[in-house]
């Protein structure tokens, strides 16, 4: 994927840490500029400051995803610094902590959440998302090409007791993804989702959730390099699940094994064929 990377300029929100940090290392890897967007400034100083970044292609944009005119800004000050971007990777996100009150512990029921944390859940997970692809689109289509990649959660977490605030915001930025893959399609921009397939070795994963084995965030490594890259023209409103990406397999048959499509479109389209 090196040479399809080179002249990319990638924003990759969450890019202090975790699987943000894991997606930036691979693509700036292949080549390609990154603008590192996160709340943490000192995060992004120590991602900046490591081995395959250099001032030239790299970008620290301090930012609250959850305030609107602060997407703005920072989408501009992107396009401002390198004359263009061609991909965003939403991976920014909070965990069910802002929810808890004191004294209480997981799985929380939502009557029990905090609203004002919930909310917060809201605004950073998915609203946030929403903002930053907003402001992007425009450019992305501007070039007649680009790429979009949200990062939403395993169905069963999702769906799953006690994730309330956290499971309706990745659904939202799930079905988000869906619906701007159709909305997208023609203008040579894709929109895919990508999901690491289980519990991963992450800050924000809570201490009663660090039992058994862990997948690293290093697992989003080969299918982030592959979505962003000029391989994967074509491929729009899929889901991809990193934990079944077999990278000893071409990166194409890779993608067939482990994506399906985004959101619950199969079982849309099956429930439409049964009646």
Known sequence: MAEQLQDKVVVVTGSASGMGRAMARALAGDGATIAAVDVDP??????????????????????????????????????????????????????????????????????????????????????????????????????????????????????????????????GLEASAAIWAKELAGTGVTVNVLVPGGRTDTPFLPPEGRGGALLQPEIMAAPIRWLISPASDGVNGRRFVARLWDESLPPAEAAARAGAPAAWEAEAASATQSR
Not at 59 to 73: G, H, N, Y
Not at 85 to 102: K, R
Not at 146 to 170: C, E, H, P, Q, W
């Open 42 to 171: 000192a995060g992004l100083e120590r991602l900046g400051a490591e081995a395959g970044f250099t001032p030239r292609r790299f970008l620290a944009l301090p930012t609250d995803i959850s305030q609107l005119e602060a997407c703005r800004r920072t989408i501009g000050a992107v396009v401002e610094r390198f004359g263009t971007m061609h991909a965003l990777v939403n991976c920014a996100g909070v965990s069910m902590a802002p929810a808890m009150p004191p004294g209480k512990q997981h799985p929380l029921n939502f009557w029990e959440t905090d609203p004002q944390g919930w909310l917060t859940i809201q605004l950073i997970n998915s609203a946030g998302a929403y903002f930053m692809a907003r402001f992007a689109a425009e450019h992305l289509m501007r070039n007649g090409w680009g790429r979009i990649v949200n990062v939403t959660t395993s169905f069963d977490t999702m769906l799953g007791r006690g994730m309330s605030g956290y499971g309706a915001a990745k659904a």
